[in-house]
């Protein structure tokens, strides 16, 4: 086989070729060991409080007892989070994994459409909020199977009288948080304390059993949730463990995790693999607020950090960044979207690291490709399939292609999905018969087993890092009594790598720009609002009638 995998010639020292995905029985088992090992070392940070694994441990067990004992859930049950990174996040997902239940990531940023079709689709039977979007909830929450809403204020963890500030500020200075009533709803806090009443039993976990749902447009703008089973998490777990090898201490690393934990990248690369190395991860809840961002990181001396390409750019703009103390920092993973060379050859030069460059998907929870972290520059590459791990290209047909041949990139290993949640139909068109996940994307590999992505096949638009499919947009535009037609495509953007842009065929024509923008802001998350909006007389079209997205894509650097 050997011979099929040329990247194994390019491992770096002490890398295996393959990891036991079988070795641990399920995430809360990898947990349980670094929680006996690390006990008192220091596990998530966040605006100046700490948890150590200790007390990780308890606040996770009272939490998995409350949704056991006091809701009466059972194994299986999905409970969905809605929160940005504050350390009730990690609580809650160890406690509904210890639970044997299924995590469902929320992006809180969500409109009231976007969660109502989650919460649908997913049949979750509890929610953990943030007060800040408790209204969305509250408008959602009848055409849903939640029984249990469970709310939390961002200051609910920091302890007295810091955490009554920091809501106080949120609710009252900020105007962050939008009246909302929720009947039979309970504080988080009031929850632990109702889970201390009662003893977790003892839950058996396999190996098949759904860990994380996770939502992700695929190929179409249906959100489906791509079903992560604990086998799938360990095996990527292990994958990236083995990968940082000698690379990363255990018990000493300090990783700082900005990104969103619900987001799948965040989410295994930081939260549990550093949860597995010992590590302490110090949560950004804001990293919008690039200044307030900066400031933090002059007080912590970080050894890791993962990010996107937009984030790193930021951080590189921001006065006083080049004056944080760099003298731990050893790892520095770019993924989500591609790493543009003019960034990671000014990040190195500031940081003194290299921005070693990753390629995942969430069906591949997520981690597929990693360049080695003694890279000693950029070099264009999405790196090399871990360990474990088949990767090829594949042409129309199916037949895989030679080396520096263009074609779709297809991955095959322990960490790829078990399926799409209750939709067989799209399982079948990812995932082939033989194993291989179809990624969409259109990569070549060089004779080193190198990868490198070339284009993707798919009309997915990247923004920032997170997948905007323009069905999507499309729908919520088309919507509009005004418009007639929309096609909806990503055009280059030096701050978010791509932004939307749509192009409308007016019904009415006193339809304005402006009108379209507040339309989309009513039902999409921010980052898939239009930056453009454009009115034609009519849109580019196959013989058939289909609008030709690509057209207008090409049209679009040159105008």
């Known amino acids: 086989m050997t011979d099929q995998r040329p990247w194994l010639a390019n491992y770096p020292a002490g890398i295996p070729a393959e990891i036991d995905p079988d070795e641990y029985r399920s995430v809360p088992a990898i947990l349980d060991e670094a929680i006996a090992k690390y006990r008192d070392k220091p596990a998530f940070s966040n605006m100046g409080k700490t948890l150590t694994y200790a007390e990780l441990d308890v606040s996770s067990r009272e939490f998995a007892a409350y949704l056991l004992g006091e809701l009466k859930l059972k194994k299986g049950d999905r409970v969905a989070v809605m929160m940005p990174n504050c350390l009730q996040y990690p609580i809650a997902i160890f406690g509904i994994l210890r639970a044997g239940l299924t995590v469902v990531n929320t992006n809180p940023m969500y409109t009231a459409r976007e969660l109502r079709h989650q919460l649908v689709d997913s049949g979750a039977a509890a929610i953990l909020v943030m007060d800040n979007f408790g209204k969305t909830v509250q408008d959602v929450i009848a055409d849903t199977r939640i029984k249990q809403v469970v709310t939390t204020g961002l200051g609910d963890l920091l302890g007295f009288p810091k955490g009554a500030i920091v809501n106080l500020v949120v609710k009252h200075v900020k105007k962050m948080v939008p009246d909302y009533t929720i009947h039979g709803a309970i504080r988080f806090r009031d929850a632990l304390a109702r889970g201390r009443r009662h003893t977790l039993p003892e839950v058996s976990i396999a190996h098949d059993d759904i860990a994380f749902l996770q939502y992700t447009g695929g190929t179409t703008g249906v959100a489906k949730g791509a079903m992560l089973t604990h086998r799938n998490m360990v095996a990527n777990m292990q994958q990236a463990a083995a990968w940082l090898g000698t690379n990363a201490k255990r018990g000493e690393e300090l990783i700082v995790t900005a990104l969103p934990l619900y987001h799948i990248f965040a989410l295994t690369a930081n939260c549990l693999v550093f949860m597995e190395f010992g590590g302490h991860n110090h949560l950004i809840t804001n990293p919008r607020d690039m200044p307030g961002f900066v400031k933090e990181l002059k007080g912590i001396r970080m050894t890791a950090i993962t990010g996107v ?72 590459s999405i790196g090399l399939p871990v360990p474990s791990t088949e990767a ?162 090409d049209e679009a650097p040159a105008a």
């Open 309 to 380: 390409n937009t984030l790193f750019n930021g951080l590189l703009n921001t006065p006083g960044f080049d004056q944080v103390d760099f003298s731990r920092l050893h790892l520095s993973l770019g993924g989500g979207m591609a790493v543009q060379r003019a960034v990671a050859d000014r990040w190195k030069a500031v940081t003194g690291t290299t921005l070693v460059e990753a390629y995942g998907l969430t069906e591949t929870s997520p981690a597929a490709c990693i360049n080695p972290m003694t890279l000693a520059d950029y070099n264009g």
């Open 392 to 553: 090829c290209i594949k042409d129309e047909s199916g037949a895989e292609l030679p080396v520096d041949e263009v074609g779709e990139l297809c991955i095959r290993g322990p960490q790829v999905m078990k399926g799409y949640w209750q939709r067989p139909e799209d399982t079948a068109q990812a995932v082939d018969a033989d194993g291989w996940l179809h990624t969409g994307d259109m990569a070549r590999m060089d004779a080193g087993g190198y990868f490198y992505i070339v284009d993707r096949k798919k009309d997915m638009i990247l923004v920032s890092g997170f997948n905007v499919y323009p069905n999507e947009i499309e729908d919520v535009i088309a919507m509009m009594p005004g418009v007639l037609e929309v096609a909806a495509i990503g055009v280059p953007d030096e701050r978010s790598g791509e932004a939307v842009k749509v192009v409308i065929v007016r019904k009415d024509p006193a339809l304005t720009a402006d009108q379209v923008k507040a339309h989309a802001r009513e039902h999409l998350t921010g980052y898939k609002h239009p930056r453009i909006v454009e009115f034609r007389n009519e849109l580019p079209k196959t013989n058939v009638g289909k609008i030709l997205r690509r057209e207008l894509r």
